[in-house]
C-alpha cells in the first residue's frame, strides 16, 4: 500500500520552472544538478518498492522534531518495524578509511550514514513524542549500478546495488497486512509532513528578474510564439495547443508565486501574450473568477 507516493520534489520542480527564465550561478547549477541526481535515484527505488505487497510505503517525507526538521527519503512499515532508507546515487569508485568516506580521486565526502544516524534518532524521538513504540531499522541505499565502494566493513547498514534484489524479496517475505496501528502511525506521519518550499535552498528571484514568454515543451527555451490556436517553438519548431500552454504556464507561474492573484493583466505579461481577450478567455474557461473591491482574480476550479 503506497500511501505516500513519490512525485517530483517541489524544489526540483520549482527549479525546472526556473532554468529557462533565470541566469543560474554556478552554485546554483550545482545544487540544481544534484536535485536532478537525488531525483533519479529516488524514483527508481520507489518504483522498486511498487512491487512489494502488504506494506505501507511512503516517500519523500519532511518532517519536524523540537525544532529540527529532517527528511525522510522512503519509509516502509512491515508488521512491527519500522524500515528507514536513505537513497544514494552514488556513481564511480568510492572507499572508506577510518570511518571517513572518500571518492575514488581521494576526496572527502558527507558520511551517509551520518545522515541516516540522525534521520533515525530524530524519527525515533517523533515517534516516542506523537505515542508510538515502534523499532526503526535504517539502512542506505545505493541504487546506481555503477557504484563501487571498497573497504566497507561488513557490519555497516548499507544495501548495495548487488544486494537490492535479494534485500526487497527479503522484506517482501512473510508480510502480514497492516493493522490499525500501522494505520494510525501511517496518517500521523503524512499529516505532519512540510512544506519543503522552505526547506530546500533555492534561488533567491524576483518576478521583475524572470524572463517572460511560454517556454517550449519540447525543448524548454522562450523563443515560442502565438499563431493562431497554436503556439510554436522557433528553436525546434514543436507545437502545442494554445489552451494547454498557456494553462501550463499558469501552472509554473502559481508554483514559482504562490501567494500572487492570478490576473489577466499579470498572465498576459507573464506569457508574453499581445492580446488579453486569449487570456481572458482561458483563465473563464479554466478557473474561477473572484471579485476583490473593483477588481477580479482567478484561483482553480476546485478552489
Given at each position: 500500500m503506497i500511501l505516500k507516493p513519490y512525485n517530483v520534489p517541489l524544489p526540483l520542480q520549482m527549479m525546472r520552472c526556473l532554468i529557462p527564465r533565470y541566469e543560474l550561478s554556478p552554485k546554483?547549477?550545482?545544487?540544481y544538478i544534484y536535485l536532478e541526481k537525488g531525483h533519479e535515484g529516488e524514483r527508481k527505488f520507489a518504483s522498486l518498492l511498487e512491487n512489494l505487497s502488504n506494506l505501507i510505503i511512503m516517500h519523500d517525507l519532511l518532517l519536524e522534531c523540537d525544532n529540527n526538521i529532517f527528511q525522510i527519503d522512503a519509509l516502509l512499515l512491515k508488521h512491527k518495524t519500522i524500515h528507514l532508507f536513505?537513497?544514494?546515487?552514488?556513481e564511480g569508485d568510492f572507499y572508506i578509511e577510518s570511518d571517513i568516506w572518500y571518492t575514488g580521486s581521494g576526496k572527502e565526502i558527507k558520511n551517509p550514514l551520518l545522515q541516516l544516524s540522525r534521520c533515525e534518532s530524530l524519527l525515533r524521538q517523533f515517534l516516542q513524542k506523537s505515542g508510538f513504540n515502534f523499532p526503526i531499522k535504517g539502512n542506505v541505499i545505493f541504487i546506481n549500478s555503477e557504484f563501487t565502494l571498497y573497504q566497507a566493513p561488513l557490519h555497516l547498514p548499507i544495501i548495495l546495488p548487488t544486494q537490492l534484489n535479494r534485500f526487497l524479496n527479503q522484506l517482501n517475505a512473510n508480510s502480514p497486512k497492516p493493522n490499525n496501528n500501522h494505520i494510525s502511525l501511517a496518517d500521523k506521519l503524512v499529516s505532519s509532513h512540510l512544506d519543503d518550499r522552505s526547506y530546500h535552498r533555492l534561488p533567491h528571484y524576483h518576478y521583475d528578474q524572470l524572463k517572460k514568454g511560454i517556454v517550449c515543451m519540447s525543448c524548454n527555451s522562450l523563443t515560442t510564439s502565438l499563431m493562431g490556436r497554436?503556439?510554436?517553438c522557433d528553436h525546434c519548431g514543436s507545437e502545442e495547443n494554445v489552451d494547454t500552454s498557456i494553462r501550463r504556464s499558469i501552472q509554473q507561474f502559481q508554483l514559482l508565486f504562490p501567494d500572487?492573484?492570478?490576473?489577466t493583466n499579470i498572465i498576459q505579461e507573464w506569457c508574453g501574450i499581445g492580446s488579453d481577450k486569449t487570456i481572458r478567455r482561458i483563465l473563464g474557461s479554466?478557473?474561477?473568477m473572484k471579485w476583490q473591491g473593483k477588481n477580479t482574480y482567478y484561483v482553480d476550479s476546485n478552489g
Amino acid at each position: 500500500m503506497i500511501l505516500k507516493p513519490y512525485n517530483v520534489p517541489l524544489p526540483l520542480q520549482m527549479m525546472r520552472c526556473l532554468i529557462p527564465r533565470y541566469e543560474l550561478s554556478p552554485k546554483e547549477k550545482h545544487d540544481y544538478i544534484y536535485l536532478e541526481k537525488g531525483h533519479e535515484g529516488e524514483r527508481k527505488f520507489a518504483s522498486l518498492l511498487e512491487n512489494l505487497s502488504n506494506l505501507i510505503i511512503m516517500h519523500d517525507l519532511l518532517l519536524e522534531c523540537d525544532n529540527n526538521i529532517f527528511q525522510i527519503d522512503a519509509l516502509l512499515l512491515k508488521h512491527k518495524t519500522i524500515h528507514l532508507f536513505e537513497v544514494k546515487n552514488f556513481e564511480g569508485d568510492f572507499y572508506i578509511e577510518s570511518d571517513i568516506w572518500y571518492t575514488g580521486s581521494g576526496k572527502e565526502i558527507k558520511n551517509p550514514l551520518l545522515q541516516l544516524s540522525r534521520c533515525e534518532s530524530l524519527l525515533r524521538q517523533f515517534l516516542q513524542k506523537s505515542g508510538f513504540n515502534f523499532p526503526i531499522k535504517g539502512n542506505v541505499i545505493f541504487i546506481n549500478s555503477e557504484f563501487t565502494l571498497y573497504q566497507a566493513p561488513l557490519h555497516l547498514p548499507i544495501i548495495l546495488p548487488t544486494q537490492l534484489n535479494r534485500f526487497l524479496n527479503q522484506l517482501n517475505a512473510n508480510s502480514p497486512k497492516p493493522n490499525n496501528n500501522h494505520i494510525s502511525l501511517a496518517d500521523k506521519l503524512v499529516s505532519s509532513h512540510l512544506d519543503d518550499r522552505s526547506y530546500h535552498r533555492l534561488p533567491h528571484y524576483h518576478y521583475d528578474q524572470l524572463k517572460k514568454g511560454i517556454v517550449c515543451m519540447s525543448c524548454n527555451s522562450l523563443t515560442t510564439s502565438l499563431m493562431g490556436r497554436r503556439v510554436v517553438c522557433d528553436h525546434c519548431g514543436s507545437e502545442e495547443n494554445v489552451d494547454t500552454s498557456i494553462r501550463r504556464s499558469i501552472q509554473q507561474f502559481q508554483l514559482l508565486f504562490p501567494d500572487k492573484k492570478i490576473t489577466t493583466n499579470i498572465i498576459q505579461e507573464w506569457c508574453g501574450i499581445g492580446s488579453d481577450k486569449t487570456i481572458r478567455r482561458i483563465l473563464g474557461s479554466y478557473f474561477k473568477m473572484k471579485w476583490q473591491g473593483k477588481n477580479t482574480y482567478y484561483v482553480d476550479s476546485n478552489g
